[in-house]
């Protein structure tokens, strides 16, 4: 065994060895894999090979749109037969919510290349004879959808790993992981020792006890999963016999269960409510191979809906039961990326779709590793956007609710229940009692939007436009009218100190950063290729001080980002997130409300648009920054959080006079894309160069050097392929864009719209998406793909509400 290798991955099931194998690829040779026990031998074995392309996540569809890719070319590459069988997959529908969802997953779909179609029960009926069709209006198919055969999947990544020089031990026990002082790793084993430059952890069940030995709490916990396979039906041995197709991969999602053939027989997988966390601290150190004992009693009603929809199901008897581990965490998706805090240490972890995920997260995470990037878009899987708050109560919960969501429909404004409240702002109770709508990001509590009296507090979900639209409607007229008070607590905050801090984030960030105290600059840290990672707003409260805000769903994210690039020594950061607490005031009678409560002068003279100052409220004292995300005139309050209940009183006992009122998150979204304003990672992305995103004018090439400068430069030499742009939508009447809807010019695909919804002050259905610079001009006309239905779109100009920002500067 080496003692010496540029990296060490620890993980020999599927995910492990695609890591491998695409590090081999990438040029990098010097590569070793240790497996406690045999390969496969945790969950890969046991699985039952699906390849669902079907995922509304940007990332994750890609991810698994390159697996199959691959998979279709590994045994021409390393002579094993994988047992792919691409007999497509069909999803049946019971109900108009579930063809909206597949409509809308449709273009995700088109935009990433993935071939969708849509069947009428017969067609269906005709692909799967055994189907009784009594309630289903529709179905969608993947032709390209499938399943494989996942030890043999393996195998023929470990020829191809090692073709290129990587190393493989089996039967060794990885003991300790540590970091020495000079940035190296020391993998200890019960065979030695390995120096290594990386480590990657893709160890499945284990991945909580691996994680714990570099200090990490990491967000995933097993829950297990069942799958009945029968003895053969006589109906498909005679298929088989006249030599007709495989009847495919057959998913009744209103019914959450999947279905394939199995040596001529059958196997069924539910999804069932009450499927419980398992290895909650990790499966015994000998564990080989591990099944838990079956379960039939939970999977009854499943069973009894199955034999409804497939009567065959229940004409043979079961041949075996397979119950066994399959990792999850709290949203479902994977774990692909960099750990938090942690130089070169790499997680491929929290796979609960792993055999078709495998490859596709092999392959971004060796891009990351070796170019310092990943090739496409990477937030949806990205580990940090969990928290501290994400741990092992939280996760039993979550991961049952993410196990038994499987096949609910993801609508997109979904906000799923469990474990919540969880991170409340003080004033939570006090807007809840206005009538409050909550959703949360990053375990945070946010009002969504906010219920009139006499109308229910609830969401009803929707891909069109649902029962809250009128309401977020009239916040947003509100605003623009008199005056509201939005509660952004959530937003990541970090103060940034030290002699060297001016310097410092001026080699962060692409905008110069306020060089006069009390300034305040919109700033950009891009990918070490010229795309955008992170978006924040920095004021300089005094020499050498500094005061950052960003996304609250991007905090452990973007403070991860700061950490590691922070010096030795000159600078010091602080994540302050929790101790203050935001109210936005925004409206044309903001100032006179805040008037009331401080003796500040708060007039364009002495308090200018772009600007912060200390100021009271009342008995109590906020930062107050002239900013904000709505397009009016309007102030920040950041506030210590412990007076925060103090000081909501306060306004919105002043605020009597001038009909102060809450408004939600999604009036919010609204206006912002009046204002054409951008976020991560829709219209930002390290996809797109910073000039393609519309920067232009935060972006400031001449400054000195900044991460991401000179690939920017080169970027934009070579030429952009995309140009973001806002669109009005036309014929709209009950279902605005989202974002990742497809767009045509010409009949052609061109573009992808990042954002959408209705723009209440314009009074128009809005959209923002990339097409090419040269279509990008105005004058042209495109369509909009919008559940199914292609709506006429034309380009508006940017900020199509206010555009000379005449209200913020009010």
């Known amino acids: 065994m080496k003692n010496r290798a540029r990296v060490v991955v620890i993980g020999g099931g599927v995910v492990g060895v695609a890591t491998l194998y695409h590090l081999v690829k990438k040029g990098w040779s010097d590569v070793v894999l240790v497996e406690r026990k045999e390969l496969t031998s945790g969950s890969t074995w046991h699985a039952a090979g699906l390849l669902p392309l079907f995922n509304v996540s940007y990332s994750v569809g890609q991810i698994h749109k390159y697996s199959v890719a691959l998979y279709q070319q590994l045994e021409a590459e390393t002579g094993q037969n994988v047992g792919l069988r691409q007999c497509s997959n069909i999803r049946l529908a019971q109900r108009q919510e579930r063809m909206d969802e597949y409509r809308y997953y449709a273009g995700i779909a088109k935009t990433i290349g993935v071939e969708v179609n849509f069947l009428a029960p017969d067609e269906v009926k005709e692909i799967w004879p055994l189907c009784n069709m009594d309630g289903i209006i529709g179905a969608m198919q993947h032709p390209e959808d499938g399943y494989i055969q996942p030890a043999d999947l393996t195998q023929a990544m470990v020829r191809g790993a090692r073709a290129g020089g990587a190393e493989i031990y089996r039967n060794t026990t990885v003991t300790a992981i540590e970091q020495r002082d000079d940035g190296e790793w020391l993998v200890r084993t019960d065979k030695g020792d390995i120096t290594t430059e990386h480590v990657v952890s893709a160890t499945g069940n284990f991945a909580r006890q691996t994680a714990a030995m570099v200090g990490l709490d990491l967000p995933v916990i097993p829950v297990e999963h069942q799958f009945i396979v029968t003895e053969p039906h006589p109906e498909i041995v005679r298929r088989h016999e006249q030599g007709l197709p495989e009847m495919g991969v057959l998913r009744d999602s209103d019914a959450s269960w999947y279905m394939r053939e199995e040596a ?383 000081i909501f009183d306060l306004l919105f006992e002043a605020g009597a006079q001038f009909d102060l009122k809450p408004f939600g998150v999604r009036a919010m979204d609204c206006m912002r894309l009046e204002k054409s304003y951008r976020l991560v990672p829709r219209e930002l992305s390290i996809e797109y160069s910073a000039f393609e995103s519309g920067l232009d004018r935060f ?23 995309n140009q973001l742009v806002t669109f009005i939508v036309h014929d709209v009447s009950d279902a605005d864009a989202r974002g990742s809807e497809p767009i045509y010019h ?41 559940l199914g239905k292609r709506h006429k779109a034309t380009i508006t100009r940017e900020s199509p509400y206010d555009p000379a920002n005449a209200k913020l500067r009010a």
């Open 699 to 721: 972006i400031k090439l001449d400054k000195g050097e900044f991460i991401g400068r000179d690939a920017l430069k080169a970027w934009r030499e070579r030429g952009a392929e």
């Open 746 to 786: 010409e009949g052609k695909l061109v573009g992808r719209a990042t954002s959408g919804n209705y723009g209440w002050r314009v009074g128009q259905s809005l959209a923002m998406g990339m097409v090419p610079p040269e279509l990008a001009g105005g004058g042209e006309e495109f369509e909009i793909q919008i």
């Open 264 to 646: 001529r027989g059958l196997i069924l997988g539910p999804y069932e409510a009450g499927a419980p966390c398992c290895y909650v601290d990790g499966p015994d150190k000998d564990a080989v191979y591990e099944l838990f004992p079956e379960d039939l009693e939970r999977l009854e009603p499943y069973i009894e809906a199955t034999i409804m929809r497939v009567p065959a199901f229940g004409e043979v008897g079961v041949k075996e039961v397979y119950n066994g581990a399959i990792c999850y965490t709290p949203d479902g998706s994977p774990i692909i990326g960099p750990a938090w805090g942690l130089k070169n240490f790499w997680l491929n972890e929290g796979h609960s779709f792993g055999i078709t995920a495998a490859g596709g997260a092999g392959w971004q995470l060796a891009e990351w590793m070796v170019e310092g990037e990943p090739s496409i878009d990477m937030m949806g899987v990205d580990p940090r956007r969990f928290g501290p708050y994400a741990a092992r109560g939280y996760l039993k919960v979550k991961n049952e609710e993410a196990y038994r969501s499987v096949f609910t429909i993801h609508y997109p404004d979904e906000e799923r229940p469990d474990a919540r409240p969880l991170k409340t702002a003080p004033c939570y109770d006090r807007m809840k009692a206005k009538g409050a709508v909550f959703g949360q990001v990053y375990g945070w509590e946010r009002p969504n939007w906010f219920a009139p009296e006499g109308v229910e507090a609830k969401d009803v979900w929707s891909f069109r436009r649902s029962n809250y639209f009128e309401h977020v409607g009239n916040e947003c007229r509100h605003v623009q009218e008199k005056v509201g008070l939005l509660d952004m607590s959530a937003f990541a905050k970090f103060e940034v100190s030290g002699p060297d801090a001016e310097n410092w984030l001026e080699s962060l960030v692409a905008n110069a950063i306020p060089k006069k105290t009390g300034r305040i600059g919109l700033c950009h840290m891009l990918s070490l290729n010229g795309g955008v990672r992170a978006e924040f707003t920095i004021c300089k409260r005094g020499a050498g001080d500094y005061y950052l805000v960003s996304a609250g769903a991007m905090e452990r994210h973007d403070y991860d980002y700061l950490l590691k690039n922070l010096p030795v020594s000159g600078v010091k950061l602080q994540k302050v997130t929790t101790q203050y607490g935001v109210f936005v005031i925004a409206g044309p009678r903001a100032r006179e409300l805040l008037q009331k409560v401080t003796d500040t002068n708060l007039d364009n003279e002495n308090f200018p648009w772009l600007s912060g100052q200390n100021i009271n409220v009342g008995c109590a004292q906020a930062h107050a920054l002239r900013v904000n995300f709505v397009g009016e005139l309007g102030w920040e309050l950041h506030h210590p959080i412990e007076m925060q209940n103090y």
